[in-house]
């Protein structure tokens, strides 16, 4: 029996096969009884022919009624289930929609060839069993970061696209080094399966996953229940009778071992050029095995490190470390290299680490003098500028200027990390706003106080609020000067875990600090969201060191001179020297950067200078022009425009060139979960939803024998052809009795 309808509100047309009756009822005349002589003779041959022509003309409307039926029924497509009875008159047309895993997990070795190999040979033998010129269709999902929908509607273009993915110079592999979004796929289908069903609510579609079971494609990270969005996805289909039927390939192997490269880093983020470091190279384990004396290489910029051997325990992780020294600042390529395994993807990794230049240091000297001992500034630019004690370059590029200088607008503050004002007294309204808008940016301002900042009350209106909107970070109140000669004030304690002061924190150092004199500084009242990071020995126990953040940026207050006026700090090498570097360190604080993003993705990329003629070169050799325009950057760069995820779906090392920047190197990297290749079997992805089953065509054999089975056969074509043949034969029948009865007549 006819099940349905795939356009039910068409079928109401058949009710137009009355029009027919009504036309005849309509044309019937009526006959007023005239009696004359001859009349007896009509009435007996219509006796004798009555009969016959009612039979005639009945045939004829019933011929006329049932061709615009049979047309109604026809344009609304009526279907049927299964291949009895009325199914096997069906047109038996499919409608598939082939999903394909191109992960990067599909390019594991099995045998002689990849996971993905055998995926593609079982959406290839799908693709066979259809006929685009019986009517069937193949839309093809290729399930990345993001769906694709590589071929569409025909089965033979399928045919032909399905043998060019996934090849590599190695002769297998996958489509992309992306995860999966099967998500993405499965909404992907949905919208197809929708098109298809029209009006009608059902539609015929038939949804086929090839992938390799890889647990994360159906379950959420570290849960054992489906994916929401999936599961709502699966149930819409469900609604619409569309079955997703799951093409199992693991053979029965639910854990592949492998070891992975999992990152490249530097041991200190905040690693500097001529400084020593580490260079971290992460290995995981997803194996129940360990693996010893692996052997990982590390290139750094082109150059091949001498290699490690590390033991790798079973389901752990170990960091090869790799001693060095930078000699220049700016971008730095990375290639680790592990012994091989099945998976060989996650066996290489590329990183670039952008190392920042030296820490920029403005000083601004409010007593400047010729006398070293008399310049506030003098002993600050001296322990800046020192080089290290193992004969290594200092961090920071120390800049000097005059109060005069910086208060006439001669600097640009954009160009420095740290500005440091020591003894600066009156400060105008527009260096205050410079200040405000450099420090909004980033920056640090440190603020030493002494013999020029008298003005307290011009200093409370310009650079401190009580709302916390002022670069002060305390509130001035007055100078504290201790009795000469018979006392002083001392550091009683410390924040021992601030970076600025964690040197002093050991008994061998700690007196370093404690032990010095100081005989004046300023008293001050902090805001409440000030961090005291020093505080003396008086009775108020008043603040030496302040911190406080100020947008995007840090104010700090140190609350006597940094120069020998108020104190013989900056004489004492021992102490001067490591509170300097440690605090300007930290003030002009700015991490390695890495320059790196997943497959189908990419960083951000700024210039200096506007880029012209941005070109992508790609790690295969090819290369690509930018589409799009650049963005300006609140500090006066520009932003590149991004790579199309295309362009970036295999891992390896890119640069971008333009025609007035240097080269920008950066790195797309394997999302390290894909290595995981823990997979789910059959019997657990048919627990996941009522909407999922699972066919193994290594069993099985053929890939859609299941939806063979159920898929629905319409009976529009056949319904067509009888619609014709009454149509062919009312014209007859209609002619013949024209003519036989205007012969009689």
């Known amino acids: 029996m006819i099940e349905g309808f795939l356009n039910p509100a068409l079928a109401l047309g058949a009710a137009l096969a009355a029009v027919p009756l009504i036309i005849h009822l309509l044309n019937r005349q009526r006959f007023k009884p005239a009696p004359w002589a001859a009349m007896r003779f009509v009435l007996a041959a219509h006796r004798r022919t009555r009969r016959r022509v009612q039979l005639e003309n009945l045939l004829l409307l019933l011929l006329r009624m049932g061709a615009v039926a049979l047309l109604a029924f026809a344009v609304a497509r009526p279907f049927v289930r299964g291949a009895s009875g009325l199914g096997k008159l069906t047109e038996r047309a499919r409608d598939v929609v082939l999903i394909l895993d191109g992960s990067a997990s599909t390019g594991l070795r099995m045998g002689a060839g990849t996971t993905f190999d055998a995926l593609r040979a079982g959406a290839l033998g799908l693709a066979s069993e259809l006929d685009g010129t019986n009517g069937d269709r193949l839309h093809v999902i290729l399930a990345g970061s993001e769906p694709r929908l590589v071929s569409w509607p025909s089965p033979e273009k399928a045919l032909l696209v399905l043998p060019t993915l996934g090849h590599t110079e190695e002769g297998g592999g996958s489509p992309t080094d992306e995860r999966a ?87 200190d983020a905040q690693a500097q050029t001529g400084s020593p470091t580490e260079i971290l190279v992460r290995l995981k384990s997803h194996s129940t095995e360990p693996r010893a004396q692996l052997r990982v290489a590390l290139t750094v910029d082109g150059n091949r490190l001498p290699s490690q051997r590390v033991n790798l325990p079973a389901g752990g992780h170990v960091d ?68 290290r004690g193992d004969g290594r370059p200092s961090p920071f590029e120390v800049e000097e200027v005059s109060t ?75 100078r504290v000067s201790s009795p000469r000669r018979e006392s002083y004030y001392r550091v009683k304690e410390f924040d021992t875990t601030s970076p600025i002061l964690e040197f002093f924190a050991s008994e061998r150092h700690r007196r370093l600090l404690t032990e010095v004199p100081i005989d004046d500084f300023l008293g001050v009242r902090p805001l409440g969201d000030a961090r005291v990071l020093a505080s003396l020995d008086d009775d108020a126990a008043s603040p030496l060191l302040i911190e406080r953040p100020w947008s995007a940026g840090r104010t700090f207050l140190w609350t006597t001179t940094i120069g020998r006026s108020w104190t013989p700090l900056p004489q ?121 089953t699972v066919s193994s065509p290594l069993v099985d054999g053929s890939a859609s024998t299941q939806a063979s089975d159920q898929r629905e056969g319409e009976l529009w074509r056949i ?17 013949r009795l024209g003519r036989r009865r205007g012969r009689l007549a």
Request: with cysteine; proline share 7%; charged share 20%.
């Open 572 to 692: 004492l090498a021992p102490a001067m020297v490591p509170l300097v570097v440690e605090w300007v360190r930290y003030a002009g604080r700015r991490d390695a950067a890495e320059l790196s993003a997943l497959p189908g993705d990419s960083p951000t990329l700024e210039t200096k200078l506007f880029p012209r003629q941005p070109m992508l070169l790609r790690p295969d050799g090819s290369s690509r022009t930018l589409s799009g325009e650049p963005t300006p950057t609140a500090d006066g760069r520009f932003a590149l425009p991004r790579p199309a995820s295309n362009d970036t779906r295999r891992v390896g090392l890119y640069t971008l060139r333009t025609e007035d920047s240097p080269p920008i190197p950066f790195a797309i990297a394997m999302d390290p979960a894909e290595s995981s290749l823990v997979r789910l079997g059959a019997e657990r992805i048919s627990t996941l939803h009522p909407n999922l």
């Open 719 to 735: 319904i067509a052809w009888i619609c014709l043949v009454f149509l062919v034969c009312e014209s007859l029948w209609g002619a």
């Open 404 to 478: 005069n200088a910086f208060a006439g607008g001669e600097i640009n503050l954009a160009d420095f990390h740290v500005i440091w004002l020591a003894d600066v007294g009156t400060i105008s309204v527009t260096a205050v706003s410079a200040l405000e808008k450099r420090v909004g940016e980033g920056a640090s301002l440190i603020i030493s106080c002494g013999e020029q900042m008298a003005d307290l009350e011009s200093l409370r209106e310009r650079m401190f609020r009580m709302d916390g909107s002022g670069l002060l970070p305390a509130e001035p109140i007055r």
């Open 320 to 387: 090869a470390r790799f001693p060095f020294t930078f000699n220049e600042p700016g971008a730095h390529t990375f290639l680790a290299e592990v012994d091989g395994d099945a998976f060989s993807l996650d066996d290489r990794r590329h990183g670039v680490i952008v190392l920042p230049p030296p820490t920029r240091v403005l000083v601004v000297n409010g007593s400047q003098s010729d006398d070293l001992i008399e310049d506030e500034a003098g002993f600050l630019i001296l322990a800046l500028e020192a080089p």
């Open 181 to 267: 979004n099967l998500t993405g796929a499965m909404n992907e289908a949905l919208r197809l399966a929708r098109e298809n069903a029209g009006e009608s609510g059902t539609s015929t579609m038939e949804v086929h996953v090839f992938c390799d079971s890889q647990r994360d494609l159906f379950l959420k990270a570290d849960s054992d229940s489906l994916r929401p969005a999936l599961a709502e996805s699966l149930s819409a289909l469900e609604k619409l009778g569309v079955t997703v039927l799951v093409q199992d390939l693991t053979g029965g192997e639910l854990l592949a071992n492998n070891s992975a490269l999992e990152s490249i880093s530097l041991l």
